[in-house]
Antibody, heavy 116, light 109 residues
Framework: EVQLVESGGGLVQPGGSLRLSCAAS????????MNWVRQAPGKGLEWISY????????YYADSVKGRFTISRDNAKNSLYLQMNTLRAEDTAVYYC?????????WGQGTLVTVSS | QTVVTQEPSFSVSPGGTVTLTCGLS?????????PSWYQQTPGQPPRTLIH???TRSSGVPDRFSGSILGNKAALTITGAQADDESDYYC?????????FGGGTKLTVL
């Protein structure tokens, strides 16, 4: 069974940093593209970053470019999102999701709250 | 910047058929955008219904189907049931990442 489990969310002050993790199991992690998608409270879904299976191709949404860094460790079956210079508008549930042209599997999400 | 458009809301009667659409503020949606569809109820992660235009994800009933209608991607729900009442999102692959539509709130009444 495919499982994606996010962790690392919490309360952080504006300007602060946070690192999210996504532990994958039930599939051959190093064969799949992975993504981060977020959802602000009461709002729609927003794709924010993509990383190919070998980390050779990485994309970011304009809203996070230069502040967030996606990475993966295929030996540990893990995906990461390093978030720096956080803003109030980054407050959201962050999901990791598997897929190249769409998202076949989703985690349960981890809540990030940016507030003083 | 191109925006992905969806109807903000839609209603359907139980047993009825509804078609939700996914368009572009500029241009037409084609299979080259690999349109996908997601269903979400409050407090839950999204559930993938359709990927690559018309392929149902595992476990999704065949009441849900995807297609291209005119210049938009479409999700058709036939025989609507009460538990189809959800938010529905489409997403398009734009070459350097994905873009979601704003979502459609579907009411079954």
């Amino acid at each position: 069974e495919v499982q994606l489990v996010e962790s690392g969310g919490g309360l952080v002050q504006p300007g602060g940093s946070l690192r999210l993790s996504c532990a994958a199991s039930g599939f051959t992690f190093n064969a799949y593209t992975m993504n981060w998608v977020r959802q602000a409270p009461g709002k729609g879904l927003e794709w924010i970053s993509y990383i190919s299976s070998s980390s050779g191709t990485i994309y970011y949404a304009d809203s996070v470019k230069g502040r967030f860094t996606i990475s993966r460790d295929n030996a540990k079956n893990s995906l990461y999102l390093q978030m720096n210079t956080l803003r109030a508008e980054d407050t959201a549930v962050y999901y990791c999701a598997r897929g190249t042209y769409g998202f076949g599997y989703w985690g349960q999400g981890t809540l990030v709250t940016v507030s003083s | 910047q191109t925006v992905v458009t969806q109807e903000p809301s839609f209603s359907v009667s139980p047993g009825g058929t509804v078609t939700l659409t996914c368009g572009l503020s500029s241009g037409s949606v084609s299979t080259s955008y690999y349109p996908s569809w997601y269903q979400q109820t409050p407090g839950q992660p999204p559930r993938t219904l359709i990927h690559t235009t018309n392929t149902r994800s595992s476990g999704v009933p065949d009441r849900f189907s995807g297609s291209i209608l005119g210049n938009k991607a479409a999700l058709t729900i036939t025989g609507a049931q009460a538990d189809d009442e959800s938010d529905y999102y489409c997403a398009l692959f734009m070459g350097s990442g994905m873009v979601f539509g704003g979502g459609t709130k579907l009411t079954v009444l």
